[in-house]
């Protein structure tokens, strides 16, 4: 079969679970830097932020040293709900908090990009909730598995330093209409 010596299972698993991994610490990076600033606008908003860094890192870390289906839809849920708590923030406006709070907000970049990593952990975890039983590596993954995986990593920590250069900048902006797209 043509093709079948490209796939392997220990190389899948492991450009999967670098596809969990790391966007998941990327994202919690993003959302640990806008924090403080959410801290400031409303402090529920920022316990938000301060619980999805924590609950991002602590899935990130039990993703690199075990996988189950439990795990994998708790990392679906978390990349899947703060993107639609995002995407109703950018369309309609939050339904709680303060009044800058519940009009709709500009898209900045750091939003996107961390929305974007946290809908590649989505992707990488999702085949696992779609099987009955999970795929196991027999193995160690191949030289061009690693390769991938290393493209994968490094791919994740690119948009992740390219999203906190506008999160850390503090061009985040509630309500806002002045703030445009490319303050971040």
Not at 6 to 15: C, E
Not at 55 to 64: C, E, G, I, K, S
Not at 148 to 161: D, E, G, K, Q, S
Request: glycine fraction near 10%; include cysteine.
């Amino acid at each position: 079969m043509i093709g079948a010596a490209w796939v392997d299972p220990a190389d899948t698993l492991l450009v999967r679970r670098v596809a969990v991994v790391v966007p998941l610490l990327g994202a919690a990076l993003v959302h640990g830097a806008v924090a403080g600033e959410h801290f400031d606008e409303w402090v529920y908003a920022g316990v938000f932020f301060l619980v999805l860094q924590l609950v991002q890192l602590a899935l990130a870390v039990l993703a690199w040293f075990t996988w189950t289906r439990p795990l994998a839809a708790a990392v679906v849920v978390t990349g899947l709900g703060p993107v639609a708590v995002w995407v109703l923030s950018r369309t309609a406006g939050m339904p709680i908090g303060p009044a800058d709070f519940r009009v709709p907000e500009p898209v900045g970049l750091a939003d996107v990009l961390c929305a974007v990593l946290e809908l590649v952990t989505v992707l990488a975890a999702a085949p696992d909730l779609l099987r009955r039983h999970p795929v196991v590596a027999a193995g160690v993954p191949r030289p061009q598995g690693r390769a991938l995986a290393a493209m994968v990593a490094l791919a994740a920590l690119v948009v992740t330093a390219w999203a906190l250069g506008p999160a850390l900048s503090g061009g985040h902006h509630h309500g806002d209409s002045a703030a445009a797209v490319s303050s971040g």
